[in-house]
């Protein structure tokens, strides 16, 4: 199994790069559309001139949003709730079930309610993979989240199209970040441990919509490095990926 994780996460040691848990890349496999060449899509030609896309907010951090351990963060989801996510390209919501990921749904939950993802980017989009997103927009944020682990849950739903789970770089390592599967072939990604908390019911044309122009990230495509997103944060990200798109706010609805 060692050497099988090795083969699929072709990225450096997490200690070495300092970046956040992810999934992993997509294998080199043969694929109907297109053939296999990858793992990233064929550039999106850049926009001449470049489009006045509204950049992602730059709010003031909250201090609940530097402490991990303050009540907000912490309690039990309702055991069904919907997320609604107002991006650059749209709206969609989620349905989170708790008794598919309870740990996961209850972090979820917490970093909804809080605004935790309000001006974050979707920094890693590749067509017919994923859409992943959760590294806040402030260093300072991301620095503190960055060891704020939780346990894994058993994987009792699939990784099919829309669903939504954790990226996780090993055991027992899902933060923040979260993915929403574009392929019913992501399933591979069950046997790995990725546990679905939730599904996009509304919406997926926007999320199959945002901007995959980049592929993957490094070495496999032409992406945000996520140890300088760390870093850096949104001010990276606006600078040199400003085509990305970004959630304006995301909220717990009826």
């Known amino acids: 199994m060692q050497k099988l994780m090795i083969a699929l996460l072709v990225v450096l040691p997490l200690a070495a790069c300092g970046e956040e848990p992810e999934p992993p890349r997509r294998v080199k496999a043969p694929e109907p559309n297109p053939p296999a060449k990858a793992p990233e899509p064929v550039p999106a030609p850049k926009p001449s001139p470049p489009e006045t896309k509204p950049e992602a907010p730059s709010a003031p951090v909250a201090k609940a949003l530097l402490d991990p351990s303050l009540p907000e963060w912490i309690g039990q989801a309702p055991a069904e709730f919907k997320a609604k ?102 399933e591979r990604l069950d046997a790995m441990g990725f546990s679905p908390f939730g599904k996009v019911i509304e919406g997926m044309e926007v999320v199959d919509s945002l901007y995959s122009g980049f592929g993957d990230g490094p070495p496999g495509g032409r992406g945000p490095n996520q140890g300088q997103i760390q870093a850096e944060g949104n001010a990276y990200l606006k600078r040199d990926f400003k085509e990305l798109d970004y959630i304006k706010t995301a909220r717990i609805v009826p």
Not at 94 to 101: D, I, P
Not at 124 to 138: D, E, L, N, T
Not at 144 to 160: F, G, L, T
Not at 166 to 178: D, H
């Open 85 to 186: 996510f107002t991006t650059s390209k749209g709206d969609f919501t989620m349905l989170v079930t708790r008794e598919w990921s309870p740990r996961g749904a209850d972090r979820f939950y917490g970093l909804v309610k809080n605004g935790f993802f309000d001006g974050v980017v979707f920094f890693r989009v590749v067509s017919g993979f994923m859409a992943q997103f959760g590294i806040h927009g402030s260093p300072e944020v991301s620095a503190v989240w960055r060891n704020a682990k939780i346990q894994d849950d058993p994987v009792v739903q699939s990784n099919k199209r829309g669903m939504v789970t954790y990226a996780k770089g090993g055991a027992n390592s899902r933060t923040t970040q979260v993915f929403i599967n574009y392929s019913d072939k992501n």
